[in-house]
């Protein structure tokens, strides 16, 4: 008998995809594992994480890469527009007075 897994994948109120019972983030996982990392690996970075789920996590990656890059390009932008956001934030004369004081 043949059996589907679910993916313990979560999505939150900002449209973040974590996973469950956790608070890692796919775009995490991608990125250890696009430097190489293996899943046992991730286990040792992440030892909350079930390395079943991290099997499952990456299955998904492997085949849905449309849906992740799409996913991985959205959090790109949304990543860009609050650096953006909390630049503005920065004062020029608080930075002036740091400057000063390591001088």
């Known amino acids: 008998m043949v059996r589907t897994e679910r993916v313990p994948l979560a999505e939150n109120e900002a449209g973040d995809l974590y996973v469950e019972g956790s608070r890692v983030f796919l775009e995490d996982l991608v ?4 430097q ?3 899943p046992e690996e991730m286990a040792l970075a992440y030892p909350g994480l079930a390395l079943a ?3 499952a996590v990456l299955a998904y990656v492997l085949r849905h890469p449309a ?3 799409a996913y991985l390009k ?3 932008v949304r990543a860009r ?3 953006e956001k909390t630049r503005s934030y920065r004062s020029s004369d608080l930075r002036k007075r740091l400057e000063e004081r390591r001088e």
């Open 31 to 34: 990125d250890l594992y696009r």
């Open 36 to 38: 190489g990392y293996s």
């Open 53 to 55: 789920d991290l099997y």
């Open 67 to 69: 849906e992740v890059e």
């Open 74 to 76: 959205r959090q790109g």
């Open 81 to 83: 527009e609050a650096e």
